[in-house]
């Protein structure tokens, strides 16, 4: 037998009112990551730094990280951290504004370093010799606040990097549903079916174990029941709790099982069209969950789980309830002449993705052009 590791943030709050714990930590100086606007407009970053500053810390803000980070918006925040020398590091945002911090981090730490050098697996070199790093998510989607991922953007080429390094990992992950609550639906559907997708990936894949199936099945169950209730009414505030709960279960397992071949098709259909993560992710889950189904007695659990007697046909459903198209060719952003271009290529890509290694059917680039058409 070889061993396997599990790894998650050391110090997990949940709750609401979790926010309050930013007032314990101890240091110097503070520096706050975050997006373009909400988390100012909603009052969450005034709020943050008003507790950092009563906590004795001097506060600078990084604003404007944009959707898909890009390498310019990491460098000239590393940057800034060079000059600020925080000893706290605050990601307060989606899971863009969480992955940008945690690569200025990384900058910050070792500003000898280039973006190159960082892309293979684990090629992170210490990091907390400066700052440790506390992530506040405000979507219930990504779970960047507990993984050693980070996905920033090459504008010039128009290609995603996901970096992935187990320094990344935050120290410290608050998951206070006062944050997303004020998600607009469209955010709260197509964020939460990313937390689904990462959920049933993490159970059906080849690197599923028993510290992480449990995890995986009690995410799924929570947004089954949730999500539906956090879409139609933002204000229920149970449901925005149980699914930003459900976002942290989901990344706890599938950092630890890895994910599977609807990641792999929605990183490059995404990237080649700019379809939001989690929509591209809603779309392509019921076709690969049928492409896998027979490989698996796994998806057979969760129907029984669920009490449904099939999976294809509810995750369809589970879609459209949530106004999720069920095909790509429905969305203004994909037009047909550009896919039929580019779709042997983009079906190689997506077979060389890493989270195809993990797929619980083995595949190739012929399988997945395939999936592709049905999807379309
Ligand atoms: P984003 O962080 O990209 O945010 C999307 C939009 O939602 C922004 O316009 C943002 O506005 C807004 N928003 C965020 N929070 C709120 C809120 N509480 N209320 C109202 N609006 C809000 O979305 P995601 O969280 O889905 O992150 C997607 C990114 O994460 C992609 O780059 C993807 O590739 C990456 N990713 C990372 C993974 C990881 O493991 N690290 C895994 C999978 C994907 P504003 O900017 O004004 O805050
Ligand atoms: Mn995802």
């Given at each position: 037998?070889?061993?396997?590791?599990?790894?998650?943030?050391?110090?997990?709050?949940?709750?609401?009112?979790?926010?309050?714990?930013?007032?314990?930590?101890?240091?110097?100086?503070?520096?706050?990551?975050?997006?373009?606007?909400?988390?100012?407009?909603?009052?969450?970053?005034?709020?943050?730094?008003?507790?950092?500053?009563?906590?004795?810390?001097?506060?600078?803000?990084?604003?404007?990280?944009?959707?898909?980070?890009?390498i310019g918006t990491v460098n000239r925040g590393a940057e800034k951290m060079r000059q600020f020398k925080p000893d706290w590091i605050i990601a307060l945002g989606g899971g863009s504004a969480l992955d940008a911090a945690k690569i200025m981090w990384?900058?910050?730490?070792?500003?000898?370093?280039?973006?190159?050098?960082?892309?293979?697996?684990?090629?992170?070199?210490?990091?907390?010799?400066?700052?440790?790093?506390?992530?506040?998510?405000?979507?219930?989607?990504?779970?960047?606040?507990?993984?050693?991922?980070?996905?920033?953007?090459?504008?010039?080429?128009?290609?995603?990097?996901?970096?992935?390094?187990?320094?990344?990992?935050?120290?410290?992950?608050?998951?206070?549903?006062?944050?997303?609550?004020?998600?607009?639906?469209?955010?709260?559907?197509?964020?939460?079916?990313?937390?689904?997708?990462?959920?049933?990936?993490?159970?059906?894949?080849?690197?599923?174990?028993?510290?992480?199936?449990?995890?995986?099945?009690?995410?799924?169950?929570?947004?089954?029941?949730?999500?539906?209730?956090?879409?139609?009414?933002?204000?229920?505030?149970?449901?925005?709790?149980?699914?930003?709960?459900?976002?942290?279960?989901?990344?706890?397992?599938?950092?630890?099982?890895?994910?599977?071949?609807?990641?792999?098709?929605?990183?490059?259909?995404?990237?080649?069209?700019?379809?939001?993560?989690?929509?591209?992710?809603?779309?392509?889950?019921?076709?690969?969950?049928?492409?896998?189904?027979?490989?698996?007695?796994?998806?057979?659990?969760?129907?029984?789980?669920?009490?449904?007697?099939?999976?294809?046909?509810?995750?369809?459903?589970?879609?459209?309830?949530?106004?999720?198209?069920?095909?790509?060719?429905?969305?203004?952003?994909?037009?047909?002449?550009?896919?039929?271009?580019?779709?042997?290529?983009?079906?190689?890509?997506?077979?060389?993705?890493?989270?195809?290694?993990?797929?619980?059917?083995?595949?190739?680039?012929?399988?997945?052009?395939?999936?592709?058409?049905?999807?379309?």
């Amino acid at each position: 037998m070889s061993y396997q590791a599990f790894r998650i943030p050391n110090n997990i709050l949940f709750g609401e009112g979790a926010f309050e714990y930013l007032g314990t930590l101890k240091g110097e100086r503070a520096v706050i990551v975050t997006g373009g606007s909400s988390m100012k407009r909603l009052g969450f970053l005034d709020k943050a730094k008003e507790i950092l500053e009563k906590a004795g810390m001097e506060v600078e803000i990084i604003e404007g990280v944009e959707p898909n980070p890009s390498i310019g918006t990491v460098n000239r925040g590393a940057e800034k951290m060079r000059q600020f020398k925080p000893d706290w590091i605050i990601a307060l945002g989606g899971g863009s504004a969480l992955d940008a911090a945690k690569i200025m981090w990384v900058f910050y730490e070792y500003p000898e370093l280039k973006f190159e050098d960082i892309l293979e697996i684990n090629s992170i070199p210490t990091l907390r010799k400066k700052a440790q790093f506390v992530a506040i998510p405000s979507t219930s989607g990504t779970a960047s606040e507990i993984t050693a991922a980070s996905v920033i953007t090459d504008t010039k080429k128009h290609i995603k990097y996901p970096i992935i390094s187990q320094e990344i990992i935050p120290d410290i992950a608050i998951v206070d549903p006062a944050l997303p609550a004020k998600m607009p639906p469209h955010i709260t559907a197509n964020t939460g079916m990313d937390v689904l997708t990462h959920a049933i990936e993490s159970y059906v894949s080849t690197g599923a174990n028993s510290y992480t199936s449990p995890l995986a099945m009690e995410a799924i169950k929570l947004v089954f029941e949730y999500l539906p209730r956090a879409y139609k009414d933002g204000n229920d505030m149970e449901a925005r709790y149980h699914m930003h709960n459900a976002s942290t279960i989901a990344g706890m397992a599938f950092n630890n099982s890895f994910l599977g071949l609807v990641h792999s098709l929605a990183h490059k259909i995404g990237g080649m069209f700019g379809i939001t993560h989690g929509l591209a992710n809603a779309i392509l889950l019921p076709y690969i969950c049928k492409y896998n189904m027979k490989n698996t007695d796994r998806y057979a659990e969760i129907e029984k789980v669920l009490g449904v007697s099939d999976l294809v046909e509810t995750l369809k459903e589970f879609n459209r309830k949530l106004d999720i198209p069920l095909n790509f060719a429905a969305l203004e952003e994909v037009q047909r002449e550009k896919f039929e271009e580019v779709l042997s290529k983009m079906s190689e890509n997506a077979y060389k993705d890493p989270c195809t290694l993990t797929n619980p059917r083995p595949t190739s680039p012929e399988d997945i052009e395939k999936i592709y058409r049905y999807a379309f």
